[in-house]
Protein backbone atom coordinates (compact mmCIF):
# COMPACT_ATOMS: atom_id res chain seq x y z
CA UNK A 1 0.00 0.00 0.00
CA UNK A 2 1.76 3.51 -1.13
CA UNK A 3 0.44 6.39 1.44
CA UNK A 4 -2.62 7.67 1.70
CA UNK A 5 -4.30 11.39 2.22
CA UNK A 6 -6.03 10.30 5.38
CA UNK A 7 -7.41 13.43 6.30
CA UNK A 8 -8.14 16.81 5.28
CA UNK A 9 -9.77 20.58 5.99
CA UNK A 10 -13.17 20.22 7.46
CA UNK A 11 -15.08 23.12 6.06
CA UNK A 12 -18.85 21.64 7.20
CA UNK A 13 -20.52 23.65 9.55
CA UNK A 14 -21.44 22.54 12.82
CA UNK A 15 -24.42 22.61 14.78
CA UNK A 16 -24.97 22.09 18.85
CA UNK A 17 -27.99 21.23 20.04
CA UNK A 18 -29.05 22.01 23.51
CA UNK A 19 -30.91 19.99 26.15
CA UNK A 20 -34.04 21.35 25.39
CA UNK A 21 -33.94 21.10 21.71
CA UNK A 22 -33.22 17.42 21.67
CA UNK A 23 -36.08 14.73 21.43
CA UNK A 24 -36.26 11.29 22.42
CA UNK A 25 -35.65 9.79 18.95
CA UNK A 26 -33.32 12.11 17.25
CA UNK A 27 -30.72 10.08 15.55
CA UNK A 28 -27.68 10.56 13.56
CA UNK A 29 -25.68 8.14 11.31
CA UNK A 30 -22.37 7.73 9.79
CA UNK A 31 -20.85 5.05 7.66
CA UNK A 32 -17.65 4.12 7.02
CA UNK A 33 -15.72 1.28 5.18
CA UNK A 34 -13.17 -0.33 7.30
CA UNK A 35 -9.81 -0.53 5.59
CA UNK A 36 -5.90 -2.25 6.13
CA UNK A 37 -4.90 1.83 6.42
CA UNK A 38 -7.98 1.96 8.98
CA UNK A 39 -6.47 -1.17 10.69
CA UNK A 40 -2.89 -0.02 10.49
CA UNK A 41 -3.64 3.79 11.94
CA UNK A 42 -5.85 2.60 14.45
CA UNK A 43 -2.87 -0.29 16.19
CA UNK A 44 -0.95 2.85 15.77
CA UNK A 45 -2.65 5.35 17.92
CA UNK A 46 -3.50 2.24 20.61
CA UNK A 47 -0.59 -0.01 20.77
CA UNK A 48 -2.80 -3.04 19.55
CA UNK A 49 -0.80 -4.53 17.01
CA UNK A 50 -2.36 -8.05 17.91
CA UNK A 51 -1.54 -10.03 14.90
CA UNK A 52 -5.40 -10.59 14.60
CA UNK A 53 -5.90 -7.38 13.07
CA UNK A 54 -3.04 -8.21 10.39
CA UNK A 55 -2.59 -11.50 9.36
CA UNK A 56 -5.84 -13.16 10.91
CA UNK A 57 -3.07 -15.96 11.29
CA UNK A 58 -2.04 -15.55 15.32
CA UNK A 59 -2.00 -19.14 17.32
CA UNK A 60 -5.30 -17.55 19.09
CA UNK A 61 -7.22 -16.79 16.28
CA UNK A 62 -10.16 -18.46 14.35
CA UNK A 63 -10.39 -16.36 11.61
CA UNK A 64 -8.68 -16.82 8.11
CA UNK A 65 -8.20 -13.20 7.60
CA UNK A 66 -7.53 -9.70 9.33
CA UNK A 67 -10.25 -8.66 12.23
CA UNK A 68 -10.91 -4.43 13.04
CA UNK A 69 -10.31 -3.56 16.24
CA UNK A 70 -13.83 -3.36 17.84
CA UNK A 71 -12.79 0.19 19.18
CA UNK A 72 -11.99 1.39 15.71
CA UNK A 73 -16.04 1.24 14.79
CA UNK A 74 -16.57 2.21 18.58
CA UNK A 75 -14.91 5.57 17.56
CA UNK A 76 -17.44 6.63 15.46
CA UNK A 77 -19.95 6.64 18.21
CA UNK A 78 -17.46 9.67 18.97
CA UNK A 79 -17.58 11.63 15.93
CA UNK A 80 -21.30 11.16 16.04
CA UNK A 81 -21.47 12.60 19.61
CA UNK A 82 -18.76 15.62 18.80
CA UNK A 83 -20.26 16.29 15.76
CA UNK A 84 -23.79 15.63 15.22
CA UNK A 85 -25.42 14.59 18.01
CA UNK A 86 -25.57 16.94 20.39
CA UNK A 87 -22.65 18.29 18.35
CA UNK A 88 -19.91 20.19 19.45
CA UNK A 89 -19.40 20.87 23.21
CA UNK A 90 -20.51 17.26 23.86
CA UNK A 91 -18.61 16.22 26.99
CA UNK A 92 -18.85 12.30 27.17
CA UNK A 93 -19.49 10.53 30.70
CA UNK A 94 -20.18 7.10 30.24
CA UNK A 95 -20.04 4.30 26.95
CA UNK A 96 -20.56 0.41 27.04
CA UNK A 97 -20.49 -1.61 24.09
CA UNK A 98 -21.05 -5.28 23.37
CA UNK A 99 -19.31 -6.58 20.24
CA UNK A 100 -21.55 -8.99 18.60
CA UNK A 101 -19.70 -9.93 15.73
CA UNK A 102 -15.65 -9.44 13.77
CA UNK A 103 -15.73 -6.57 11.28
CA UNK A 104 -13.39 -7.61 7.87
CA UNK A 105 -11.31 -5.05 5.71
CA UNK A 106 -13.73 -4.27 2.71
CA UNK A 107 -16.82 -3.87 5.19
CA UNK A 108 -18.96 -0.86 5.32
CA UNK A 109 -19.92 -0.34 9.10
CA UNK A 110 -22.40 2.52 9.72
CA UNK A 111 -22.61 3.72 13.21
CA UNK A 112 -25.90 4.88 14.67
CA UNK A 113 -26.65 6.84 17.80
CA UNK A 114 -30.83 7.94 18.80
CA UNK A 115 -31.91 9.60 22.00
CA UNK A 116 -33.24 7.01 24.14
CA UNK A 117 -33.94 9.32 26.93
CA UNK A 118 -32.87 12.89 28.18
CA UNK A 119 -33.41 13.75 32.16
CA UNK A 120 -32.30 16.61 34.76
CA UNK A 121 -30.83 14.66 38.09
CA UNK A 122 -32.38 15.87 41.25
CA UNK A 123 -29.28 18.46 41.17
CA UNK A 124 -30.32 19.70 37.48
CA UNK A 125 -27.56 18.46 35.97
CA UNK A 126 -28.51 17.53 32.52
CA UNK A 127 -28.33 14.14 31.25
CA UNK A 128 -28.64 12.28 27.65
CA UNK A 129 -28.78 9.14 26.97
CA UNK A 130 -28.20 7.95 23.25
CA UNK A 131 -28.80 4.30 22.19
CA UNK A 132 -25.68 2.66 20.31
CA UNK A 133 -25.34 0.18 17.46
CA UNK A 134 -22.91 -0.80 14.51
CA UNK A 135 -24.34 -2.46 11.49
CA UNK A 136 -22.09 -3.83 8.30
CA UNK A 137 -23.19 -4.13 4.90
CA UNK A 138 -25.25 -6.93 5.43
CA UNK A 139 -27.42 -5.21 7.73
CA UNK A 140 -26.08 -7.15 10.50
CA UNK A 141 -25.21 -5.58 13.37
CA UNK A 142 -21.40 -5.71 14.76
CA UNK A 143 -21.71 -3.53 17.88
CA UNK A 144 -24.56 -2.38 20.62
CA UNK A 145 -25.03 -0.57 23.69
CA UNK A 146 -25.44 3.05 25.27
CA UNK A 147 -23.49 6.18 25.99
CA UNK A 148 -24.46 8.83 28.46
CA UNK A 149 -23.24 12.51 27.76
CA UNK A 150 -23.93 16.14 28.81
CA UNK A 151 -25.29 18.18 26.05
CA UNK A 152 -23.84 21.45 25.07
CA UNK A 153 -25.01 24.52 27.11
CA UNK A 154 -25.91 26.92 24.03
CA UNK A 155 -26.65 26.61 20.45
CA UNK A 156 -23.62 27.02 18.24
CA UNK A 157 -23.44 27.01 15.04
CA UNK A 158 -19.47 26.61 14.15
CA UNK A 159 -17.14 25.53 11.30
CA UNK A 160 -15.34 22.10 12.12
CA UNK A 161 -11.89 22.17 13.16
CA UNK A 162 -9.18 21.57 9.49
CA UNK A 163 -7.30 18.92 10.07
CA UNK A 164 -3.50 18.01 8.88
CA UNK A 165 -3.27 15.64 5.50
CA UNK A 166 -1.76 12.23 6.75
CA UNK A 167 -0.02 10.07 4.92
CA UNK A 168 0.45 6.54 5.93
CA UNK A 169 4.29 5.18 4.68
CA UNK A 170 3.94 1.55 4.11
CA UNK A 171 6.28 -0.08 1.45
CA UNK A 172 4.24 -3.26 0.19
CA UNK A 173 4.78 -1.80 -3.38
CA UNK A 174 8.78 -3.76 -2.67
CA UNK A 175 6.84 -6.43 -0.51
CA UNK A 176 5.02 -7.54 -3.60
CA UNK A 177 8.29 -8.10 -5.89
CA UNK A 178 9.97 -10.87 -2.89
CA UNK A 179 6.00 -12.14 -3.15
CA UNK A 180 6.26 -12.62 -7.05
CA UNK A 181 9.24 -15.01 -6.48
CA UNK A 182 7.78 -17.51 -4.29
CA UNK A 183 7.53 -20.23 -7.16
CA UNK A 184 10.75 -19.89 -8.14
CA UNK A 185 14.18 -21.89 -6.83
CA UNK A 186 16.95 -19.71 -4.94
CA UNK A 187 19.00 -17.73 -6.94
CA UNK A 188 22.44 -18.42 -6.77
CA UNK A 189 24.16 -15.08 -5.93
CA UNK A 190 27.74 -14.10 -5.36
CA UNK A 191 27.82 -11.53 -2.53
CA UNK A 192 31.32 -9.41 -2.98
CA UNK A 193 32.65 -8.91 0.17
CA UNK A 194 30.32 -9.52 2.64
CA UNK A 195 32.54 -7.58 5.38
CA UNK A 196 30.15 -5.29 7.26
CA UNK A 197 27.08 -6.34 9.08
CA UNK A 198 24.42 -4.96 6.27
CA UNK A 199 25.90 -7.37 3.75
CA UNK A 200 26.46 -10.29 5.53
CA UNK A 201 23.48 -10.29 7.70
CA UNK A 202 21.22 -9.65 4.08
CA UNK A 203 22.79 -12.54 2.78
CA UNK A 204 22.10 -14.59 5.33
CA UNK A 205 18.07 -13.58 5.23
CA UNK A 206 18.05 -13.51 1.61
CA UNK A 207 18.81 -17.44 1.83
CA UNK A 208 16.22 -17.67 4.71
CA UNK A 209 13.72 -15.94 2.62
CA UNK A 210 14.42 -18.13 -0.79
CA UNK A 211 15.23 -15.83 -2.46
CA UNK A 212 19.27 -16.39 -2.95
CA UNK A 213 21.84 -19.20 -3.04
CA UNK A 214 24.58 -16.83 -1.14
CA UNK A 215 28.71 -17.65 -2.39
CA UNK A 216 30.44 -15.84 -0.33
CA UNK A 217 33.24 -14.39 -1.89
CA UNK A 218 35.95 -12.19 0.40
CA UNK A 219 38.79 -12.98 2.79
CA UNK A 220 37.58 -15.92 4.79
CA UNK A 221 38.48 -15.48 7.97
CA UNK A 222 37.39 -12.17 8.29
CA UNK A 223 33.92 -12.87 6.62
CA UNK A 224 33.80 -16.21 9.56
CA UNK A 225 34.80 -13.61 12.50
CA UNK A 226 32.33 -10.88 11.26
CA UNK A 227 29.93 -13.81 10.87
CA UNK A 228 30.62 -15.56 14.84
CA UNK A 229 30.82 -11.64 15.83
CA UNK A 230 27.00 -11.21 14.32
CA UNK A 231 25.69 -14.77 15.46
CA UNK A 232 24.94 -15.66 12.12
CA UNK A 233 25.45 -19.02 10.83
CA UNK A 234 27.02 -19.84 7.94
CA UNK A 235 28.28 -23.03 7.92
CA UNK A 236 26.04 -23.83 5.07
CA UNK A 237 27.35 -21.21 2.88
CA UNK A 238 29.71 -21.61 0.35
CA UNK A 239 33.06 -19.16 0.82
CA UNK A 240 35.28 -18.12 -2.27
CA UNK A 241 38.31 -16.76 -0.45
CA UNK A 242 39.69 -13.29 -1.92
CA UNK A 243 42.72 -11.63 -0.80
CA UNK A 244 40.77 -7.89 -1.17
CA UNK A 245 38.26 -6.32 -2.88
CA UNK A 246 40.05 -6.11 -6.19
CA UNK A 247 40.32 -9.60 -5.76
CA UNK A 248 36.90 -10.37 -4.44
CA UNK A 249 35.02 -8.55 -7.26
CA UNK A 250 37.02 -10.47 -10.16
CA UNK A 251 36.36 -13.81 -8.61
CA UNK A 252 32.94 -13.01 -8.14
CA UNK A 253 32.58 -11.83 -11.95
CA UNK A 254 34.36 -15.30 -12.80
CA UNK A 255 31.82 -16.94 -11.17
CA UNK A 256 29.40 -15.74 -13.29
CA UNK A 257 31.48 -16.32 -16.42
CA UNK A 258 31.87 -19.93 -15.42
CA UNK A 259 27.49 -20.31 -14.78
CA UNK A 260 27.88 -21.14 -11.11
CA UNK A 261 26.28 -17.63 -10.20
CA UNK A 262 23.16 -16.27 -11.85
CA UNK A 263 23.55 -12.69 -9.77
CA UNK A 264 26.40 -10.75 -8.13
CA UNK A 265 25.46 -8.17 -4.96
CA UNK A 266 27.49 -6.06 -4.22
CA UNK A 267 28.72 -5.87 -0.60
CA UNK A 268 31.07 -3.48 1.65
CA UNK A 269 33.17 -1.93 -1.85
CA UNK A 270 32.20 0.81 -3.77
CA UNK A 271 30.32 0.83 -6.53
CA UNK A 272 33.07 1.71 -9.07
CA UNK A 273 36.02 -1.41 -7.41
CA UNK A 274 32.63 -3.76 -8.76
CA UNK A 275 31.70 -2.70 -11.55
CA UNK A 276 35.41 -1.78 -13.22
CA UNK A 277 34.94 -5.83 -12.89
CA UNK A 278 31.60 -5.89 -14.55
CA UNK A 279 32.60 -4.12 -17.25
CA UNK A 280 36.02 -5.51 -18.38
CA UNK A 281 36.10 -6.08 -22.25
CA UNK A 282 38.36 -9.46 -21.88
CA UNK A 283 36.99 -10.64 -18.67
CA UNK A 284 33.41 -8.98 -17.57
CA UNK A 285 29.92 -9.43 -18.12
CA UNK A 286 29.71 -7.29 -21.13
CA UNK A 287 27.08 -8.18 -23.76
CA UNK A 288 26.25 -6.52 -26.95
CA UNK A 289 23.47 -4.04 -25.26
CA UNK A 290 24.56 -1.31 -23.16
CA UNK A 291 24.95 -1.64 -19.04
CA UNK A 292 22.22 0.53 -17.42
CA UNK A 293 21.09 0.60 -13.87
CA UNK A 294 17.68 1.19 -13.08
CA UNK A 295 16.09 1.99 -9.66
CA UNK A 296 12.60 0.42 -8.73
CA UNK A 297 11.46 3.03 -6.29
CA UNK A 298 8.39 2.62 -3.90
CA UNK A 299 7.61 6.11 -2.98
CA UNK A 300 4.57 6.91 -0.53
CA UNK A 301 3.14 9.83 -2.28
CA UNK A 302 2.82 7.42 -6.16
CA UNK A 303 0.65 4.88 -6.34
CA UNK A 304 2.84 2.65 -8.41
CA UNK A 305 5.85 1.56 -8.48
CA UNK A 306 8.39 4.07 -10.17
CA UNK A 307 11.45 2.83 -12.59
CA UNK A 308 14.41 6.02 -12.39
CA UNK A 309 17.37 5.49 -14.93
CA UNK A 310 20.32 5.93 -14.85
CA UNK A 311 21.43 7.36 -11.61
CA UNK A 312 24.36 4.84 -11.40
CA UNK A 313 26.42 3.45 -14.06
CA UNK A 314 26.55 6.05 -17.47
CA UNK A 315 27.34 9.29 -16.29
CA UNK A 316 26.80 11.97 -19.19
CA UNK A 317 24.87 9.40 -22.02
CA UNK A 318 24.17 10.89 -25.24
CA UNK A 319 20.50 10.31 -27.26
CA UNK A 320 21.87 6.94 -28.57
CA UNK A 321 23.00 5.66 -25.50
CA UNK A 322 20.13 6.97 -24.01
CA UNK A 323 17.70 4.82 -26.47
CA UNK A 324 19.57 1.38 -24.95
CA UNK A 325 18.81 2.79 -21.30
CA UNK A 326 15.15 3.26 -22.28
CA UNK A 327 15.13 -0.36 -23.53
CA UNK A 328 17.13 -2.09 -20.67
CA UNK A 329 14.19 -0.59 -18.57
CA UNK A 330 11.41 -1.55 -20.57
CA UNK A 331 12.35 -5.47 -20.41
CA UNK A 332 12.37 -4.67 -16.70
CA UNK A 333 9.17 -2.91 -16.77
CA UNK A 334 7.94 -5.97 -18.81
CA UNK A 335 8.87 -8.07 -16.45
CA UNK A 336 7.35 -6.84 -13.31
CA UNK A 337 4.01 -6.76 -15.66
CA UNK A 338 3.69 -3.33 -17.01
CA UNK A 339 3.18 -4.29 -20.28
CA UNK A 340 3.78 -0.89 -22.09
CA UNK A 341 5.46 1.38 -19.87
CA UNK A 342 5.08 5.20 -20.07
CA UNK A 343 8.61 7.02 -19.70
CA UNK A 344 8.96 10.46 -19.09
CA UNK A 345 12.09 12.33 -20.63
CA UNK A 346 13.11 14.41 -17.86
CA UNK A 347 14.90 18.23 -18.21
CA UNK A 348 14.84 21.12 -16.52
CA UNK A 349 11.82 22.57 -19.24
CA UNK A 350 9.28 21.00 -20.90
CA UNK A 351 10.03 23.25 -24.36
CA UNK A 352 12.73 22.38 -26.79
CA UNK A 353 15.94 24.90 -25.87
CA UNK A 354 19.29 24.41 -28.08
CA UNK A 355 21.28 25.25 -25.13
CA UNK A 356 19.98 22.39 -22.91
CA UNK A 357 21.48 19.18 -24.57
CA UNK A 358 18.80 16.98 -22.56
CA UNK A 359 15.75 18.51 -24.96
CA UNK A 360 17.36 17.87 -27.69
CA UNK A 361 17.78 14.37 -26.84
CA UNK A 362 14.32 14.02 -25.64
CA UNK A 363 12.98 15.17 -28.70
CA UNK A 364 15.35 12.88 -30.56
CA UNK A 365 14.09 10.04 -28.44
CA UNK A 366 10.67 11.18 -28.90
CA UNK A 367 10.87 10.89 -32.66
CA UNK A 368 13.23 7.49 -32.52
CA UNK A 369 9.81 6.07 -30.90
CA UNK A 370 7.79 7.35 -33.73
CA UNK A 371 9.86 5.63 -36.36
CA UNK A 372 10.45 2.55 -34.76
CA UNK A 373 13.80 2.64 -33.44
CA UNK A 374 12.33 2.65 -29.99
CA UNK A 375 9.66 -0.11 -29.23
CA UNK A 376 7.91 -1.50 -26.61
CA UNK A 377 6.79 1.98 -24.91
CA UNK A 378 5.03 5.45 -24.82
CA UNK A 379 7.69 8.33 -25.30
CA UNK A 380 7.23 11.75 -24.00
CA UNK A 381 9.88 14.59 -23.17
CA UNK A 382 11.29 16.65 -22.38
CA UNK A 383 8.93 16.69 -19.57
CA UNK A 384 9.82 18.91 -15.95
CA UNK A 385 9.59 16.85 -12.98
CA UNK A 386 6.49 18.34 -11.96
CA UNK A 387 4.63 17.60 -15.08
CA UNK A 388 5.93 14.04 -15.47
CA UNK A 389 4.44 13.29 -12.29
CA UNK A 390 0.87 15.76 -11.68
CA UNK A 391 -1.62 15.40 -14.94
CA UNK A 392 -2.74 19.03 -12.86
CA UNK A 393 0.89 20.51 -13.34
CA UNK A 394 0.55 19.24 -17.09
CA UNK A 395 -2.75 20.84 -17.60
CA UNK A 396 -1.93 23.90 -16.13
CA UNK A 397 0.79 24.36 -18.55
CA UNK A 398 -1.26 23.07 -21.31
CA UNK A 399 0.53 20.03 -21.78
CA UNK A 400 -1.06 16.99 -23.67
CA UNK A 401 0.63 13.95 -23.21
CA UNK A 402 0.01 10.48 -22.47
CA UNK A 403 2.77 10.00 -19.90
CA UNK A 404 2.21 12.77 -17.65
CA UNK A 405 0.87 12.33 -14.77
CA UNK A 406 1.21 8.68 -14.81
CA UNK A 407 4.92 7.67 -16.26
CA UNK A 408 6.30 4.28 -14.88
CA UNK A 409 9.66 5.40 -16.03
CA UNK A 410 11.83 8.30 -15.47
CA UNK A 411 14.64 9.18 -17.72
CA UNK A 412 16.98 11.27 -15.89
CA UNK A 413 19.27 13.25 -17.93
CA UNK A 414 22.41 12.59 -16.55
CA UNK A 415 24.00 10.62 -13.25
CA UNK A 416 24.20 13.57 -11.27
CA UNK A 417 20.40 14.53 -11.34
CA UNK A 418 19.78 10.78 -11.33
CA UNK A 419 21.09 10.72 -8.14
CA UNK A 420 20.32 13.41 -6.20
CA UNK A 421 16.73 12.70 -7.24
CA UNK A 422 16.82 9.15 -6.24
CA UNK A 423 18.34 10.15 -2.90
CA UNK A 424 15.49 13.36 -2.18
CA UNK A 425 12.96 10.75 -2.82
CA UNK A 426 14.60 8.46 -0.52
CA UNK A 427 15.20 11.04 2.51
CA UNK A 428 12.74 13.38 1.85
CA UNK A 429 9.74 11.48 0.65
CA UNK A 430 10.50 8.57 2.73
CA UNK A 431 10.85 5.93 -0.43
CA UNK A 432 12.43 2.64 -0.88
CA UNK A 433 14.63 1.94 -3.61
CA UNK A 434 15.63 -1.33 -5.42
CA UNK A 435 18.59 -0.99 -7.62
CA UNK A 436 19.99 -3.44 -10.08
CA UNK A 437 22.12 -3.27 -12.90
CA UNK A 438 20.77 -4.44 -16.77
CA UNK A 439 22.83 -5.33 -19.81
CA UNK A 440 25.26 -7.37 -18.19
CA UNK A 441 25.25 -11.22 -18.72
CA UNK A 442 23.61 -11.68 -14.74
CA UNK A 443 22.23 -9.35 -13.08
CA UNK A 444 24.25 -6.91 -10.66
CA UNK A 445 22.95 -5.39 -7.45
CA UNK A 446 24.53 -2.78 -6.22
CA UNK A 447 22.90 -2.32 -2.88
CA UNK A 448 23.98 0.82 -0.19
CA UNK A 449 24.95 0.29 3.56
CA UNK A 450 22.20 3.05 3.66
CA UNK A 451 19.48 0.25 2.35
CA UNK A 452 16.57 -0.96 4.17
CA UNK A 453 16.59 -4.46 4.87
CA UNK A 454 13.08 -4.64 2.56
CA UNK A 455 15.25 -2.81 -0.25
CA UNK A 456 17.71 -5.45 -0.30
CA UNK A 457 15.55 -8.00 -0.63
CA UNK A 458 13.55 -6.26 -2.80
CA UNK A 459 17.11 -6.21 -5.27
CA UNK A 460 17.06 -9.93 -4.90
CA UNK A 461 13.52 -9.92 -6.02
CA UNK A 462 14.61 -8.21 -9.22
CA UNK A 463 17.41 -10.22 -9.50
CA UNK A 464 15.31 -13.55 -9.34
CA UNK A 465 12.66 -11.92 -11.86
CA UNK A 466 15.33 -11.03 -14.01
CA UNK A 467 16.89 -14.55 -13.92
CA UNK A 468 13.36 -16.37 -14.66
CA UNK A 469 12.16 -13.57 -16.75
CA UNK A 470 10.21 -16.08 -18.92
CA UNK A 471 7.93 -16.94 -16.09
CA UNK A 472 8.28 -13.91 -13.92
CA UNK A 473 4.88 -12.54 -14.93
Not at 161 to 184: E, I, N, R, Y
Not at 331 to 343: D, F, I
Not at 405 to 423: F, R, S, T, Y
Request: net charge negative; aromatic share 4%; hydrophobic share 45%.
Amino acid sequence: MNARNLSSGNDVELTSLTFDELEVGQSASVSRELTSTDITLFATVSGNVDPLHFSGGSAASRFRQPVGHGMWAGSLFSGLLGTQLPGPGTIYLKQELEFLAPMFPGDTITATVRIADKARDEKGRERVTLACTCTNQKGERVIEGVAEVIPPSEHVRQAGVGLPDLHLVAHDQLDKLTAQCASFAPLPTAIVYPCDETSLRGACIGAQMGLIEPVLVGPESKVQALADELDLDISALRIVDASDVIDAAMKGVDLARQGEVGAIMKGALHTDELMSAVVRRDKGLRTTRRISHVFVMSVPTYPKPLLITDAVVNISPNADDKAHIINNAVELANVLGVETPRVAILSAVETINPKIQSTLDAAALCKMADRGQITGAILDGPLAFDNAISAEAARTKGIRSEVAGQPDILLVPELAAGNMLVKQLSFLAHADAAGIVLGASVPVMLTSRADSLPARLASCALAVLLANKNGAR
